[in-house]
T-cell receptor
Framework: SQQGEEDPQALSIQEGENATMNCSYK?????LQWYRQNSGRGLVHLIL?????REKHSGRLRVTLDTSKKSSSLLITASRAADTASYFC????????????FGAGTRLFVKA | DGGITQSPKYLFRKEGQNVTLSCEQN?????MYWYRQDPGQGLRLIYY???????QKGDIAEGYSVSREKKESFPLTVTSAQKNPTAFYLC?????????????FGAGSRLTVL
């Protein structure tokens, strides 16, 4: 079953604009991760935020986590055409085990 | 360079045939995973293995089988019992219980049933 739900499903912006993607999940988690996937390729890990953290930065990426609302957001600032990809949130439930559960993803298209 | 190698990249199968997808990692990771991705969708967990000679079913294990005879290798067999096998298959690994479970992925194998 899918744990995370990303919103929007697709996003088209101009180069230089900021892109914001949201993720909601259902169960209590140990951490939440964001991954990127270029078309037809494997996923690449971008950033991990733990359940006791509220915000994290990495370069042009900013992730927030609100455990009371079971939601997270990924902000990409000053987007570039090379940021065009699908972005997935993934959660590690704290119910034990090693399953990482992925949402359906947001497809981002950055126009040059 | 450390990483995960999946092969073949593209595979065509006739109905009724079993096919095996290879996944090899040299990251010394304990845990390995197989995910299935359908167009425009997220990843669904097929099987995962935390240690050698042990594996568990994921959410969509029916019609698939795996083995974990070596730490480095986690092959996936798509059997004829899988009714809709055309999909993109992704293998991943991580440190398992000793890490924060960040996944490293292979480049994927695209299976098409003719």
């Amino acid at each position: 079953s899918q744990q995370g739900e990303e919103d929007p499903q697709a996003l088209s912006i101009q180069e230089g604009e900021n892109a914001t993607m949201n993720c909601s999940y259902k169960t209590s988690i140990n951490n939440l991760q964001w991954y990127r996937q270029n078309s037809g390729r494997g996923l690449v890990h971008l950033i991990l935020i733990r359940s006791n953290e509220r915000e994290k930065h990495s370069g042009r990426l900013r992730v927030t986590l609100d455990t009371s609302k079971k939601s997270s957001s990924l902000l990409i600032t000053a987007s570039r055409a090379a940021d065009t990809a699908s972005y997935f949130c993934a959660t590690a439930p704290n119910t034990g085990g090693f399953k990482t559960i992925f949402g359906a993803g947001t497809r981002l298209f950055v126009k040059a | 360079d450390g990483g995960i190698t999946q092969s073949p990249k593209y595979l065509f199968r006739k109905e009724g045939q079993n096919v095996t997808l290879s996944c090899e990692q040299n990251l010394n990771h304990d845990a390995m995973y197989w995910y299935r991705q359908d167009p425009g969708q997220g990843l669904r967990l097929i099987y995962y293995s935390q240690i050698v000679n042990d594996f568990q079913k994921g959410d969509i294990a029916e019609g698939y089988s795996v083995s974990r005879e070596k730490k480095e290798s986690f092959p996936l067999t798509v059997t004829s019992a899988q009714k809709n096998p055309t999909a993109f298959y992704l293998c991943a690994s991580n440190l398992g219980s000793s890490g924060a479970n960040v996944l490293t992925f292979g480049a994927g194998s695209r299976l098409t049933v003719l």
